[in-house]
């Protein structure tokens, strides 16, 4: 591997000067003392001597450090990708000591975002292999009691099926947002961007959700009377799909008889707010810098029996990004939570 030598005459510079002053010091005491003192002669000698110490050390630096500084940097670049073998090589201790300083900080920064992507990679594959084994297992379990001789009675047959059918759905429905939140995270996603009635698309939404906050006792409401319609430019239908996890979660983890709030407010001339807040149960704040992780769960259990892939608040985060928008979360155990997020509202025509 070629490397180029660049060259630094810092030392041997220092080091010469260093030396002629000291010999012609000496010089003049012993000419002075003997009597003989010759200005001239003492100033050839200091050139003299000037000159030959410089081309010595330099020689000695370029022949002698620089083997053991190269085989540093030959060392080093058996690193993949490394910037200090990337450039010529310094005989400067002091631009060498300081690259190598940065290199190792450098290299320190990356090992510990390995590190950090190591340990996110295998939480993220424990958590996929139990979401998928539990419907996985009910599956087989069901499919196993009908082969061993309950396909015989009409109604176990069926009611078996209808469960197997329910678990094949849960199934089909994690690796569907697993597959929108790949294509979210690669930006392969595209976003049909219209005008629409934000008010409008979130009374659809409470109409879809109706049914299941009224069985766990829980208002859907307004935070006041909206009379004329809110324009916002984004895509309806991930938009729609925003809002549904959203208020799905609120229901899920909110207190029984207890409320879900939805409001739309400016925030500056060209956004609004969209915030949706409850009276559930709250999130400790331990939680909250994690939330928005694929699978991760404040409650490991109780929220598993709920239903649910485990990515509904990954997905809401990548759709807000998407448009380029801010996702946020305030919460308190035992008050509530609040998602909120923004949009561009439509240009005028």
Do not use: C
């Not at 009379?227 to 809002?243: E, G, M, S, T």
Request: overall charge neutral.
């Amino acid at each position: 591997m070629a490397i180029d030598l660049k060259k630094s005459y810092r030392f041997a510079f220092r080091s010469a000067f260093f030396i002629t002053l000291f010999s012609t010091l000496l010089l003049w005491g012993l000419l002075w003392y003997f009597s003989s003192l010759n200005v001239v002669f003492l100033g050839v000698f200091a050139v003299l001597s000037f000159a030959s110490s410089f081309i010595v050390l330099q020689l000695r630096i370029e022949k002698f450090i620089y083997r053991r500084i190269k085989k540093i940097y030959d060392d080093v670049a058996l690193l993949e990708s490394s910037s200090l073998s990337s450039g010529p090589i310094t005989t400067d201790m002091k631009t060498l000591t300081a690259e190598i300083e940065k290199f190792a900080k450098d290299k320190k920064i990356e090992i510990d975002t390995l590190n950090i992507r190591e340990a996110y990679r295998k939480d993220f594959l424990g958590n996929i292999s139990h979401e998928l084994k539990t419907p996985l297992f009910t599956v087989q379990g069901y499919i196993l009691t009908l082969l061993d001789g309950a396909m015989e009675d009409k109604n176990v047959r069926k009611k078996y099926l209808q469960r197997a059918n329910k678990g094949v759905e849960r199934l089909i429905y994690i690796v569907k947002d697993l597959d929108m939140i790949t294509k979210l995270e690669v930006g392969d996603l595209n976003l049909d961007l219209v005008d629409f009635d934000i008010i409008e698309l979130i009374e659809n939404v409470f109409e879809l959700l109706e049914m299941k906050a009224a069985k766990n006792n829980i208002v859907l409401t307004f935070d006041m009377e909206y009379a004329h319609p809110i324009l916002v430019h984004a895509d309806r239908d991930k938009i729609q799909q925003v809002l549904t996890n959203l208020l799905v979660n609120s229901i899920k983890y909110g207190q029984e008889n207890g409320t879900t709030e939805v409001s739309v407010e400016n925030l500056i001339k060209n956004k609004v707010i969209v915030r949706v807040t409850d009276n559930g149960e709250g999130i400790a704040q331990n939680h909250i810098p994690r939330l928005f992780e694929r699978f991760y769960r404040v409650d490991k259990s109780g929220s598993r029996s709920e239903g649910g892939s485990g990515l509904g608040l990954s997905i809401v985060k990548h759709i807000i990004e998407a448009h380029n928008e801010k996702i946020y979360v305030e919460s308190a155990e035992g008050v509530g939570s609040e998602f909120s997020f923004t949009l561009e509202k439509a240009h005028p025509k």
